[in-house]
Each structure stands twice: as C-alpha cells, then as structure tokens.
C-alpha cells in the first residue's frame, strides 16, 4: 500500500522534476557554456534563475494576495461590528463574515496562494538534488547531457566551501559547508522575518492591529522563521539558497507596492501622502483623498440592480381603468 502512493506521488511530481530540471539545464548551459562560468558557480546562478522565473510566473497571483490582504485589513472594521452583534452565535458570525467577504470581492485564503504554489516547486527542487547527490538521474538531468549530468551538480562547491547537494545534517561533511549552510538558515530567517514585519508595521492601520486578523499576523510573524530556521537544517545547500533568493525577491517586491501603492489609513499611506504633496506643491493630497475614496467604493458591498416597472400596451392600460372604475349609485 505504502509503494502504491509513493508510486502515485511519483507520477504526479514527475512533470515537476522534468520542468525544474529542465530550467536548470538551460541557464547551466547558458552560464557554464557560453559565458565559460566554473561549475559551482553556473549552477548556483541557475539555482537563482529558478527562482526568478517561478517567482515572475507567479506576479499575477502576487498582485491578488495584495488586492486581498488590503481589503482584509480595511475591512476590518466591519468585521469588529459583526463580532460584537454575532459574538453570541458563532455560526451567525460565521456565515455574516463570509458574506461581507463575498460582496466585496475578498478571499481570505488568496494571501497563501503564492506560497502554497511554490512548495510543488521547493519539493521538486528537494528531490533533484537529492537524487543528484546519489548520482541517479532524475527529470532532464541524465548521463547523456555531458556537464549536466547528476554528478556534475551534485558535486559542484558554492562560494567554494560546501556542495550544492550537502546540508548541515549530511553524513561526513566538514565545518566549512555546516558554516555555509548555517549562513543561508540565517539568511533566509531574517528576511522570512523581515518581509512580514514590514508589512505590519508600515501598511495595516490601526484597526486591523487588533483582533483575530492581527493575531494570525503576529503568529507568522513569530512562527514562520522559527519553521524555516528547523526545517533549513535538514535542507541541501541548492534548496537554501533557492529559497533565501525567493525571501529576497518577496521582500523587495513587498517593498515597491508598500511604497508606491500603499493601504490607505498606514504609516505608508502617510508617508506618500507627503511625497506626493512635496512633489506636486500640495495637489498631491488631492489624489491620495481620491484614492481613499476608489478603495471604500471597491469594498461597498454591491447594491442590487432595480427593477423597472414593465410597460403597459393601450389595451392593458384601459383593461386597468375598467377594473378599477368605480360603480355608479342606482
């Protein structure tokens, strides 16, 4: 039983190994080939194009979460009234919040989906490397492609201390790739940290500081990189730097929308708000007040559409008069 969904689960990363693979031999080929790069560091930089390339697909769905963790914290105090008129009955509040959720367009679980979707991703990556490591082929990485076989990864020495295939935990290795390894948990820790610190410091207003939202906020804030610093103990050298390389880019993206298209009502929001009053002698203020305006139309729930009356023929119009005519004394 236990071979048949390994055999399922199999099946269903295999696409993923050959697509993984497949980009890292392209970049490999790209950096090692044409530009004459070492080994070790053509395959970390395609280690690095990996991520840039799953991260760019997935700008779209970045774009959403945006949308739906602003409108989660802007909405926030609605849902604070639904609490105090519901608190009473938990399924009432239930079903009233997903309603609200509902007419303004706000999915809650749309803040997880890049995240959930890159996992996929992270295990395929897991695996290839792992496989590699044991020099058995996996995806497009086989004994027929000269230089981008298995063992040609799995051997390669990044920054010149530890191979990319190695973690902390591995058998045999020595200090140098533990040090190395120990750089990246860190690395990938901080901005881990980091990226959700910004956002709840610079771009959720005061209102969504407290209550249930705030406290799932704060828990990520806290839990997240304490999972990462554990986890990335157990996770080779490629998978640490493909996942420090993706914090990074959350962290500067993350950083250019809280800039430039804040939640109105932040630290944020203000600071543009002098920005913009700065660069345009005051007219900016007038924008910013628009925009206010744009986002609590957006979060309106949305009126149903009114009826017309139907237009009556003549015949209809007369056959109502007679119905109605009153009748005359005797």
Same mark, same amino acid.
């Given at each position: 039983?236990?071979?048949?969904?390994?055999?399922?689960?199999?099946?269903?990363?295999w696409?993923?190994?050959?697509?993984?693979?497949?980009?890292?031999?392209?970049?490999?080929?790209?950096?090692?080939?044409?530009?004459?790069?070492?080994?070790?560091?053509?395959?970390?930089?395609?280690?690095i194009?990996?991520?840039?390339?799953?991260?760019t697909?997935?700008?779209?769905?970045?774009?959403?979460?945006?949308?739906?963790?602003?409108n989660?914290?802007?909405l926030?105090?609605?849902?604070?009234?639904?609490?105090?008129?519901?608190g009473h009955?938990?399924?009432?509040?239930?079903?009233?919040?997903?309603?609200?959720?509902?007419?303004?367009?706000?999915?809650?679980?749309?803040?997880?989906?890049?995240?959930?979707?890159?996992?996929?991703?992270?295990?395929?990556?897991?695996?290839?490397?792992?496989?590699?490591?044991?020099?058995?082929?996996?995806?497009?990485?086989?004994?027929?492609?000269?230089?981008?076989?298995?063992?040609?990864?799995?051997?390669?020495?990044?920054f010149? @201390?530890?191979?990319?295939?190695? /973690?902390?935990?591995?058998?045999?290795?020595?200090?140098?790739?533990?040090i190395?390894?120990?750089? @990246?948990v860190?690395?990938?820790?901080?901005?881990?940290?980091?990226?959700?610190?910004?956002?709840?410091?610079?771009n959720?207003?005061?209102? /969504? @500081?407290?209550?249930?939202?705030?406290?799932?906020?704060?828990? @990520?804030?806290?839990?997240?990189?304490?999972?990462?610093?554990?986890?990335?103990?157990?996770?080779?050298?490629g998978?640490?730097?493909?996942?420090?390389?993706?914090n990074?880019?959350?962290?500067?993206?993350?950083?250019?929308?809280?800039?430039?298209?804040?939640?109105?009502?932040?630290? /944020?929001?203000?600071?543009?708000? /002098?920005?913009?009053?700065?660069?345009?002698?005051?007219?900016?203020?007038?924008?910013?007040?628009?925009v206010?305006?744009?986002?609590?139309?957006?979060?309106?729930?949305?009126?149903?559409?009114?009826v017309?009356?139907?237009?009556?023929?003549?015949?209809?119009?007369?056959?109502?008069?007679?119905?109605?005519?009153?009748?005359?004394?005797?």
């Amino acid at each position: 039983m236990i071979d048949f969904f390994v055999s399922i689960g199999e099946a269903i990363m295999w696409p993923l190994y050959h697509l993984t693979s497949g980009i890292l031999i392209v970049f490999h080929t790209l950096f090692a080939e044409k530009l004459a790069m070492p080994a070790g560091v053509s395959w970390a930089l395609s280690i690095i194009g990996l991520t840039v390339v799953i991260r760019t697909l997935l700008i779209p769905l970045f774009v959403k979460q945006i949308k739906n963790s602003r409108n989660m914290q802007l909405l926030q105090p609605k849902v604070k009234e639904l609490q105090k008129k519901y608190g009473h009955d938990r399924e009432r509040l239930t079903q009233e919040t997903m309603k609200l959720y509902k007419e303004t367009g706000t999915n809650p679980l749309a803040s997880c989906l890049p995240l959930i979707l890159q996992m996929p991703i992270f295990l395929a990556l897991f695996r290839t490397l792992d496989q590699a490591a044991k020099h058995k082929q996996v995806g497009f990485l086989t004994d027929d492609h000269v230089g981008s076989d298995p063992e040609s990864l799995s051997e390669s020495v990044i920054f010149g @201390l530890a191979q990319i295939s190695d /973690a902390f935990l591995s058998t045999g290795v020595d200090l140098s790739t533990q040090i190395t390894t120990a750089g @990246l948990v860190v690395l990938m820790t901080i901005t881990t940290f980091t990226t959700q610190r910004q956002l709840m410091r610079k771009n959720m207003p005061e209102s /969504a @500081l407290t209550g249930q939202y705030a406290q799932q906020q704060k828990i @990520l804030l806290y839990v997240l990189p304490v999972v990462f610093a554990v986890g990335g103990i157990f996770f080779p050298v490629g998978v640490l730097l493909y996942w420090s390389t993706s914090n990074l880019w959350t962290m500067g993206q993350q950083f250019y929308v809280i800039r430039n298209n804040p939640t109105p009502g932040t630290p /944020a929001f203000d600071a543009k708000t /002098a920005r913009d009053a700065a660069k345009h002698g005051g007219r900016g203020a007038t924008a910013v007040t628009d925009v206010i305006a744009m986002e609590s139309e957006d979060l309106k729930p949305k009126a149903a559409p009114r009826v017309q009356p139907k237009k009556q023929t003549r015949s209809q119009r007369k056959g109502g008069k007679r119905g109605t005519r009153p009748a005359l004394p005797e």
